[in-house]
Every structure is written in structure tokens, then in C-alpha cells.
């Protein structure tokens, strides 16, 4: 891999001017406000989630994971392709099977003055907080020198980052469950600025959709009743449950897996909405739905708090409540998504 740096900027580092200094609670929102503020497109960090349908549910556990995995988004990426394609945004993306070809098309922009989004497996950052295997992460890449890269990453995670070429080259080169080959991807407005306002029902019914009609019994509100059935036999399911169901409870609450983050998320779009809507009949729905989420986050919060108490003291009892709470979690994120596709 030591094709990345083989030219090096002259002069020094390449960086592209007026990027945020720190990031936001979620990587793929953090990356778009990145790459559309620089097109003079500035939404925040819950509209640009919002905009683009970006919550949902999955529930997933197979015998090749030692542990469960529950994500309160929609897959990795496809909260980009929604947002560009409900705001007539122009997305360019790009993916390769070729290390070199991957670096050219992620440095050329930055030649150019323009941050580039990049997909990649977060372990094999330097700066990472955690070891654990995520190729669905998103980062904004806005400049590099000789050896080393210039990042926008989340707030949690240090905001304004670097870390080597060859550790982001093994990064996007990274296979398995939700890896995409090298992609990277820039914005531009053919089209001027995006009419926000027109783009907020049909995104809520959109999003709402989905979560009330998955294709399986793992994902949105079914999902969610999965989880709630499972979660008793979590003790026996994982090898180490004093290791692992802290694992799980910090993925959920501070890793911004499956927890509070995105409904919380979400309950803020809501929110910010509701000055923008027309109709007294829209906006009551809208207020409806943020309060039910607020419930729903809080809710969250707690089934995290008991999943970690079941692992540091074995009792199934924790893991009884977690499901109790869960159950009402499904009733809860029903009734608003309900409430919204009814808009």
C-alpha cells in the first residue's frame, strides 16, 4: 500500500480551507454538514438526519458475531443517497477495487480545494477510541501531506483528527459486513440552494414507511419487538457476559449503535421543523411525534443502564426489565411513526 504517499503535496500539507472545527454526535451527518457547508448549503446536524430518513432499527445476531448488534439508523450510506436525492443535491461517488486508484480519487478533490466523504472500517484509524470492527463509518477527508491525513471525524472522537496514509489506506480497503469498496464521494448544487421546507413531510412519510413496514422481522418496529423477545437470553448468548453486555450497553448509549443517540436525533429534527410547516394539522402531528421520541430516547437510556447491570452482576432480572422496557419502546416508536405517515 505504499502507493498513497508516493507524491507527496509540494510544499507541504494540502488542506481545504473553512472546515468546522469540532464534529457532531453522529459520523455520516457530521460528514455531509462538513461537505455541504462547503457548498454553502448549512443545515444542522438533526435537519440533515432528518432530511434524509435516516432512522430505523435492525436487530442482527448470527453465529459468526460474538455478540448481537442493534443500529438505530439506516444503513451506512444510504442516509447520503436520501438526503441528496429528497434536496436534488448532485452526489458524485466513486468506489474501486485498486488501493492506487482509491487514493487519486479521494486527493484529487482536495487538489482542488473540495473535502471529500470517505467510507471505511474506523478500526484502523490511529485516533479511534475503540478496537472494535466498523466498516460503516464515515469521515470527512480534507487535506494530507507526505504521511498523513486530515480528517473531520465526530466530536467523541476528537473532531478535527489526522492519522497515517497507510492506516486510512488499510481503513477503506477493509471487507466485511457493511464495507463498500474505497468509496468516496463529493456534493455539489446544480440546481442552487435545496427548497428545505418542501423536502420535510414527504421525508417524514418516507422514513416512516419504512419503519412501519419492514421487509423483515429484524428491522423497524418489528425489529424492535425482536429485540425485546432476545434480549432474556443474552447471558447465555455471549461468551463473557461481565465483558460483553457492557460492551453492548456502550455501543448502544456512547457508541450511537442502537441507543438514545438517533431517536434523540430525531425528537431535534421533529423539533425544528415544526416553525417551517404549514397547516395547524401538520404541525400538531410533528409536536405529537418529537414528545413520543423524547419518551422513546429516555427509554432507551434505560434499557442501555440495565443491559450493562445484567453483565457486572449475571441477574437475569436486568435483562427481564430491558425487554419489559423494549416492548414499550416498539408501542411508543409505532404510534409516532404512525402519527407521521398519516401526514
Known sequence: MTDVADSPAPGGAVLVPGMPETGGVHCETTTLGALLGHTGVELSEAMLFGLGAGLSFIYWDSKRQPVPFLGGRVKPFELTRNLARRLGLDLQVRETTSAHRAWEQARTPIDAGVPVGLQLDSH?????????????????????????????????????????????????????????????????????????????????????????????????????????????SWLGRVDDPRRDLPTIAMLMERGGTGGALF?????????????????????????????????SGRSWTRVAGHVESAGATGDLRELTEAAALLARIAEVETGAMTVLRAL
Open 124 to 232: 484502523h484509524l490511529e485516533y479511534f477510541g475503540s478496537a472494535v470492527h466498523f466498516a460503516g463509518h464515515v469521515v470527512a477527508l480534507y487535506g494530507y501531506d507526505a504521511t498523513t491525513a486530515y480528517l473531520l471525524d465526530t466530536a467523541q472522537q476528537g473532531g478535527r483528527v489526522s492519522t497515517g496514509l497507510q492506516s486510512l489506506a488499510r481503513a477503506r480497503a477493509a471487507r466485511g459486513p457493511m464495507s463498500a469498496p474505497h468509496r468516496s464521494f463529493t456534493f455539489s448544487t446544480p440546481s442552487g440552494p435545496p427548497d428545505v421546507r418542501r423536502a420535510i413531510v414527504p421525508s417524514l412519510v418516507e422514513c416512516a414507511e419504512a419503519f412501519l413496514s419492514p421487509p423483515i422481522a429484524n428491522i423497524g418496529c418489528r425489529g424492535i419487538a425482536t429485540t425485546a423477545r432476545r434480549i432474556v
Open 263 to 295: 431517536r434523540n436525533l430525531y425528537r431535534d429534527f421533529l423539533g425544528e421543523c415544526l416553525p417551517l410547516l404549514d397547516g395547524a394539522g401538520t404541525r400538531s402531528g410533528v409536536e405529537q411525534a418529537r414528545d413520543l421520541f423524547e419518551e
